[in-house]
């Protein structure tokens, strides 16, 4: 694993931001709604039984959650899991716990390898990283009003209650996007995979974008503008790991 992606701190900084709700109960309520989740697609029998992929998404996640201990000392030792759902709707999701939720339909429709599975679970593990949940919960409280959520379930579930709170939310969203891929290419960077394989996704990405969506993209920013910005992250990772004396690698 390359240490010096530890580094990544010292080019992004520390994220905060004013938590109106303990951060142990914000993780409780994003934690239970994973947990729902699963429950759901287990008495769907939506959960995926391919022995194969399943091995294959167990072997890339323990190697990006071990990079996500290198980049965050706070997730040393962590021990991060990726559950595959059919048709789960999200391409992917993480929630604080260490828990990735991935539509199964999505891997298997871009045929992802490797080194393009790490990097999408790095990018949701990117999410839990930076607080980004917790962020959300924030805006809720200050949006409605703590009074209204006092909570932070409550402020979750309205959330995610009504489109209109996503709409307002969106401009925050879209900045949570591009630091999530900044931080991505960090920790996919630790994990070791190659990056050249891992972009191919991005091309896969924007095969399937129309061009409505390229000129007004959701939260994401277009495929190719990603792609740019994460290789541009990665090459400036692999400069300062070159740089360094061989002593400290």
């Not at 709604?33 to 072997?59: E, F, G, H």
């Not at 949570?176 to 191919?200: M, P, S, T």
Request: aromatic content about 8%.
């Amino acid at each position: 694993m390359r240490t010096c992606a530890a580094a990544v701190l010292l080019l992004f900084g520390a994220n905060c931001f004013a938590q109106p709700y303990p951060e142990s109960e914000a993780a409780a309520a994003w934690r239970a709604l994973a947990s729902s989740y699963v429950r759901q697609a287990l008495k769907d029998r939506a959960v995926d039984r391919d022995p194969a992929l399943n091995a294959r998404v167990d072997t890339v996640m323990a190697a990006v959650g071990a990079a996500v201990g290198a980049v965050d000392a706070r997730f040393a030792g962590a021990t991060w899991r990726a559950i595959l759902i059919e048709d789960f709707g999200h391409g992917a999701a993480a929630f604080p716990g260490h828990t990735i939720l991935m539509d199964a339909k999505f891997v298997r429709r871009l045929q992802l390898g490797d080194a393009e599975l790490a990097l999408v679970l790095a990018h949701e593990a990117a999410h839990v990283l930076a607080g980004h949940g917790l962020e959300k919960l924030a805006f809720m409280a200050e949006f409605v009003g703590r009074e209204k959520v006092p909570t932070a379930s409550m402020a979750l579930q309205e959330f995610l209650a009504q489109d209109s709170y996503a709409v307002a939310f969106l401009p925050k969203a879209r900045l949570q996007e591009r630091e999530a891929d900044r931080l991505e290419a960090a920790i996919f960077f630790a994990a070791g995979y190659d990056a050249q394989r891992a972009l191919v996704l991005f091309d896969k990405l924007a095969r399937l974008e129309s061009g409505e969506e390229r000129r007004n993209p959701g939260a994401h920013d277009p495929a190719e503008a990603r792609k740019q910005a994460i290789a541009q992250v990665i090459a400036e990772l692999q400069r300062l790991h070159a740089s360094r004396a061989p002593g400290q690698q």
